[in-house]
């Protein structure tokens, strides 16, 4: 009987060491986490997958590197309220801790009440941090250009008096801002008319780029069409020479960089140049109610100070008739005084 009782002891301690054994085995000595935790948290290397801009709608995802995972499942997290801009939430999405080195997950979603930064405050794993979203300022929503240069306009086709005619006309421009724009409403011609021109829809480069018309009609006469473009904050006049039909009499092209005539006509010996004497860049001449006014005052080229005289510009009615073929008179005599000239604007001098 004693033996028997010896064997049960012995063998109830020998099953109590093989669970001991098996229970250290498992977890190298200790139980398996079921907390997920870091060593590390590091903020200052996060990324975005989209650009904030104030006051616009925003939804992306933010990466947030660890180390030191120890390979535990986590669930999702509550909102963190984002500070310094307001508006905006991040979300931790769902995930398992790599075991060591890995990546956080983060839904960031509103929209930002202000350019500067967005802070959003962390705390996952026993470690804590800061990640920041940079918001931008909200971009411009209109086209604008710095300078059109309608003198440099081309077109894609010559035109001729009573024959209907389809072109294309391109300006360029300088200083785009990089915005879309829709198509025009159509530019009537004025001089020779008849025409149309109308802008088609595109976007601005950011700096240097063209503007393209569709130009169509029926030219009424021989001479000049002006079509008077606005775009950007800009002004110009653009010309486009009309010929003769069945081989008549053709303007010389080098007429028609005088776009701010008002008109251009062409008989085979004279050239007949009309314009109304408005320049088309801002003076402190012009009445203070033109849009192209500019008060002025301080030093003139010749180092003195700037008087302004009581004249003002206004708009006149010039005639100018150029032989197309001059020659040398057999005599010379001073000129009378009055109009010698145009610029290319339409100013006489």
């Not at 020998?14 to 669970?19: G, P």
């Not at 209109?142 to 072109?167: D, E, K, R």
Request: charge should be neutral.
């Amino acid at each position: 009987m004693r033996l028997k009782f010896l064997a049960l002891i012995v063998t109830v301690i020998a099953i109590s060491v093989s669970c001991n054994k098996s229970s250290d085995s498992s977890g190298g000595g200790g139980t398996t986490p079921t907390t997920a935790s870091i060593t590390a948290l590091n903020c200052p290397t996060v990324t975005f997958n989209a650009v904030a801009t104030a006051g616009v709608a925003y939804s992306a995802t933010v990466t947030v590197p660890y180390s030191g995972g120890n390979a535990v499942a986590y669930l999702a997290g509550s909102s963190i309220v984002s500070t310094g801009v307001t508006g905006l939430t991040a979300t931790l999405i769902a995930g398992t801790l790599a075991n060591g080195t890995g990546n956080l997950s983060f839904t960031v979603a509103g929209t930002p009440s202000a350019a500067g930064i967005a802070n959003f405050p962390v705390t996952f794993g026993g470690q804590t941090c800061s990640f920041a979203l940079t918001v931008n300022a909200a971009g411009p929503t209109l086209p604008t250009i710095s300078a059109l240069a309608c003198a440099s306009g081309s077109f894609s086709a010559t035109a001729t008096v009573a024959v209907a005619y389809t072109a294309t006309a391109t300006v360029p421009y300088n200083g785009g801002n990089g915005i879309a724009y829709s198509a025009g409403t159509a530019i009537t011609s004025t001089g020779v008319t008849g025409l149309t021109a109308t802008l088609m829809a595109g976007t601005l480069a950011s700096g240097t780029g063209n503007l393209t018309y569709n130009v169509t009609g029926t030219p009424s006469a021989v001479g000049t069409a002006n079509f008077a473009i606005s775009f950007g904050g800009q002004s110009c006049s653009l010309a486009l020479p009309v010929n003769s039909a069945g081989g008549g009499p053709t303007l010389p092209s080098v007429y028609s960089k005088i776009y701010g005539a008002t008109s251009i006509t062409f008989d085979g010996t004279w050239v007949t140049i009309k314009c109304n004497a408005l320049p088309d860049h801002k003076s402190a001449y012009y009445p203070t109610t033109n849009p192209l006014y500019e008060a002025f005052s301080g030093t003139t080229f010749g180092g003195g100070m700037f008087a302004q005289n009581p004249n003002t510009i206004a708009t006149q009615s010039i005639t100018m008739k150029i032989p197309v073929n001059p020659v040398v008179a057999a005599t010379h005599a001073a000129p009378p005084g009055g109009v010698i000239g145009i610029a290319l604007n339409g100013v006489p001098f």
